[in-house]
């Protein structure tokens, strides 16, 4: 089954600054591949996702890339924000619907 | 849109009592899933409806698990008899219809103590 491992564990940035979470995958059919956040006592919330057929997506501060030769992409959040602390999750998923998941990275953003 | 509900959202539980988890889909998506969530083993999928029909029930840990979908509205998870290793925040997430996969929106959650 689809393997996918994400790193760091945890990440500490100043305000303002940029963070970057990594994620390699296992299987070379998965084509698809969302981030969903968690804030501390509520549900993943999808914030971003992109499909194989692209290699970068972005949605104001935040962005992913894709590179499907090596197995991996990345979540990019520039600007960072007291409100964008929390754990986030990569995931991935071929051409159906099982969602593997990363073990999160717990984000903190300091003042 | 009101979202996926789940109830209840907490439950505190004696081992070997019967639990029920219930959910409800956002109206319109044909697919439902259930996951449990761990510090020890993060996200995992338990059990997959499509059309009301279960279709990879794989994740399900064991026979004291199972899972219902009787109708486009409405799912339960129960575990009978319950474990303290059963404890856990038990999410229900759906996803519309179409060629997947498509983005799986989840519900609060439902924590769930089992002492």
């Known amino acids: 089954g689809e393997n996918v491992e994400q790193h760091p564990s945890t990440l500490s940035v100043q305000e303002g600054d940029s963070a970057v979470i990594k994620c390699t995958y296992s299987d070379s059919a998965s084509n698809y591949f969302p981030w969903y956040k968690q804030e501390l006592g509520k549900r993943p919330q999808l914030i971003i996702d992109i499909r194989s057929n692209v290699g970068e997506k972005k949605d104001q501060r935040i962005a992913v890339t894709l590179n499907k030769t090596a197995k991996h992409f990345s979540l990019h959040i520039t600007e960072t924000q007291p409100e964008d602390s929390a754990v986030y999750f990569c995931a991935a998923s071929r051409a159906d619907y099982k969602l593997s998941f990363g073990a999160g990275t717990t984000v903190t953003v300091r003042a | 849109d009101a979202g996926v509900i789940q109830s209840p959202r907490h439950e505190v539980t004696e081992m070997g009592q019967e639990v029920t988890l219930r959910c409800k889909p956002i109206?319109?998506?044909?697919?439902l899933f259930w996951y449990r969530q761990t510090m020890m083993r993060g996200l995992e999928l338990l059990i997959y409806?499509?059309?009301?029909?279960?279709?990879?029930d794989s994740g399900m840990p064991e026979d004291r698990f199972s899972a219902k979908m009787p109708n486009a509205s409405f799912s339960t998870l129960k575990i009978q008899p319950s474990e303290p290793r059963d404890s856990a925040v038990y999410f229900c997430?759906?996803?519309?219809?179409?060629?997947?996969?498509?983005?799986?929106?989840f519900g609060p959650g439902t924590r769930l103590t089992v002492t």
């Open positions: 997430a759906s996803s519309p219809i179409g060629t997947g996969p498509y983005e799986q929106y």
């Open positions: 109206s319109g998506h044909n697919s």
């Open positions: 409806f499509n059309n009301n029909v279960p279709i990879d």
